[in-house]
C-alpha cells in the first residue's frame, strides 16, 4: 500500500490465485487454463492491485 497525493496504491501477492489457477488447469484440460497457468508459473513474486484516485 502507497499513498501519494491523492492516490493510493493497493497490491497483494497472488500465488494463492495462481495455485488455484494450477490445479483448475491440470483437472479440466482446457488449453486456455493450461496457457494462463503457464504464463503465471513463469513469474515469481508476481502481484496484483488496484489504484484509487480521490474524487474532487
Given amino acids: 500500500m502507497s499513498l501519494a ?11 494463492k490465485l495462481m495455485t488455484i489457477v ?6 479440466s484440460g482446457n ?3 493450461n496457457s494462463i497457468n503457464s504464463m503465471l508459473q ?5 502481484q496484483a492491485g488496484f489504484k484509487l484516485k480521490k474524487a474532487k
Avoid at 5 to 15: A, K, R, Y
Avoid at 22 to 27: E, H, K, N, T, W
Avoid at 42 to 46: A, N, R, T, V
Fill in 31 to 33: 488449453s486456455t487454463l
Fill in 42 to 46: 513463469s513469474y515469481d513474486g508476481l
Fill in 5 to 15: 497525493g491523492n492516490q493510493l496504491t493497493l497490491t497483494f501477492d497472488i500465488s
Fill in 22 to 27: 494450477d490445479r483448475l488447469a491440470s483437472f
